[in-house]
């Protein structure tokens, strides 16, 4: 079977080249990015070495970069913060709810990605809170959790929130918890209409006040009415708003949201081939049904990179947001209240003084537990025991 591909390795072969050749285009984020991923996992970041208390096996472990764009960090990172969430779940049905941009928009978004994506979630959530609120569909406040994506399966830009929601919310007086429909939470056609109308009146104000840029095919934008000739057929067509079922569960909530709040643009698993010149992926292909859905493509090399670095977030951006009951400031007071209108005992927490598993995986020889024996600094090699040969030195996953 041949050896697994990463983006790593695709990174480390060609990323010096594309860094030449694109120099003076590409952000300081991107540079970063690049530079983590292609140096997540090796001595370059350093490390520690672990040993079986059972069998005395070992192996060396290297550091991860932690960047929020490596396909291989995000596991941790999602067990971690999924394990905050556990305590925020209520025993109620959930829905899971999509906003996506026209591709009229997202050619905006593009070159304006901080005011563009922040107001895709201003809209979006203001849109789902404005319509629970309202007595004719729910009357209630409810909680919202929301996840930036904006990525296509074939690594396209196509920014979209997704958003998991309650099915239900307290009522304005906090005096009873409003549930909603078991099968419907609200009617798409109102979200889209409402979505849409927020959206563009805030980004028509935006370009009012002079803070959207643009750049070559779309330089004649900065005018007032070629902008708002842009924007002419978008408002006429419906938004795409998504709605699925409720969820089985807490427990299928929480396995949602283990695969979408830490996916990045493409994962390893999906790699089939590279051969310097191209990279080879599995994708969707939504406008097939059934088997047809899964399909192969092929990109040159550098298309690839330029792909996979569109999907880079703003410095300091926030791609996981909460908001109504969820909101930070008033989360925990908000499910006190609903726990109690819902007459369920409060979540058993972990006791935080117990020091957690690590997720160490075990021995690869007997399965008996792993310990740090010896931590090196960047640059460095670890001392390795007499004896031991390259076949015991194992990476940890």
Known sequence: MPASIEVADIFRAAGPAYRA??????????????????????AALGGHVEACTDCGHWRIAYNSCRNRHCPKCQGAAARTWLAERESDLLPVGYFHVVFTLPAEVADIAFHNKTLVYDLLFKAASETMLTIAADPKHLGARIGITAV?????????????VHMIVPGGGIAPDGGRWISSRAAFLFPVRVLGKLFRRLFLTRLVALHDAGRLAFFGSLAHLAERRAFLRHLSPVRKKPWVVYAKAPFAG?????????????????????????????????????RRSGTDRQQTMTLTTDEFIRRFLLHVLPRGFHRIRHYGLLAGSSRKASLVLARQLLAVAPPVLNDPSVESDDFRPPCPCC???????????????????????????????
């Open 250 to 286: 807490p427990e299928a909530v929480l396995a949602y949201l283990s695969r979408y709040t830490h996916r990045v643009a493409i994962s390893n698993r999906r790699l089939i081939a590279f051969d310097e010149a191209n990279v080879t992926f599995r994708y969707k292909d939504y």
């Open 21 to 42: 050749t694109h120099a003076g285009h590409l952000s300081l984020q991107q540079l970063k990015v690049m530079s983590a991923i292609e140096q997540c996992r090796t």
């Open 148 to 160: 930036l994506h904006t990525w296509g399966s074939a690594l396209t830009h196509h920014p979209h």
């Open 367 to 397: 399965g008996g537990r792993m310990i740090v024996i010896e931590v090196f600094e960047r640059w460095s090699q670890p001392r390795g025991p007499p004896g031991r040969t390259a076949r015991n030195r194992e990476s940890a996953p």
